[in-house]
């Protein structure tokens, strides 16, 4: 584990999560993200949904579709990659900050509170 992520990342053309099974949430890539960094994932598990549009996805297992993205990323200039990475620092503050979490948390234990009381009618 280390503790300097956040000072190495910044300094990445891209980052690449090509998974081929078994990941759900992909920390990793949200770190990335989170650091500016444009991202290609393989769509497994929630790996897709992570990144959305902000970053590039390419099949599992699939060499040729990984390399295409890798291309991608590596042939624009840096300028237009340092745009594709503040787009996907942005879907990271936007969806998965602190304050969205608490936020959807807030939400979800309100609906839950406001549907027990149904429930239980439901249930006589």
């Not at 078994?22 to 790996?47: H, K, Q, R, W, Y």
């Not at 787009?87 to 406001?114: G, P, Q």
């Amino acid at each position: 584990v280390r503790d300097d992520i956040r000072d190495i990342a910044p300094g990445l053309d891209a980052f690449a999560m090509t998974s081929s099974w078994g990941e759900s949430f992909s920390l990793a890539a949200a770190e990335a993200m989170a650091c500016a960094v444009p991202a290609i994932v393989t769509d497994i598990g929630d790996c897709a949904w992570v990144v959305g549009d902000a970053s590039l996805v390419a099949r599992p297992n699939d060499t040729e579709s990984i390399t295409k993205a890798l291309h991608r990323l590596l042939s624009i200039s840096h300028a237009e990659r340092r745009k594709i990475g503040e787009r996907a620092r942005a879907r990271i503050r936007e969806h998965f900050s602190m304050k969205e979490y608490v936020r959807r948390h807030a939400e979800l234990y309100a609906n839950a509170i406001e549907a027990a009381p149904r429930a239980r009618k439901a249930e006589r």
